[in-house]
């Protein structure tokens, strides 16, 4: 069976691994060419989501190795790298719950 691997920032991977996905932390302009080579030679995920800053940094044979055989999945995502929009991010939090449970949420600290 195949599984799920998250490559995030550190400030990041909590969310994910709260979420009960496995998580490998890089720091930002970090390499993961070396990551990506053991997953390939490892097997074992099926899926990977990293992050779009890291995926620049690939080498374009190792994305031509997966593209050949097609697993593992590279699926890119874009957290956001700091939370200088809290109040934001709180009014988009609330608006979940309130969408999930039907009630109103108001948040404090």
Not at 2 to 31: C, H, M, Q, R, W
Not at 60 to 88: A, F, N, Y
Not at 100 to 109: S, T
Request: glycine share 10%; aromatic share 6%.
């Amino acid at each position: 069976m195949s599984k799920l691997l998250i490559i995030t920032y550190p400030d990041t991977s909590l969310g994910f691994k709260l979420a009960g996905v496995e998580v490998k932390k890089v720091e930002e302009g970090e390499n993961i060419t070396a990551i990506l080579n053991d997953i390939i030679k490892n097997g074992g995920y099926g899926l990977l989501a990293v992050e779009e800053g890291l995926l620049a940094k690939i080498d374009e044979g190792i994305l031509k190795r997966i593209r050949k055989t097609g697993i593992p999945v590279i699926v890119p995502i874009d957290t956001p790298k700091s939370w200088h929009g809290e109040m934001e991010m709180e009014s988009y939090i609330a608006r979940l719950i309130r969408r999930a449970i039907g009630y109103q949420v108001k948040i404090k600290r």
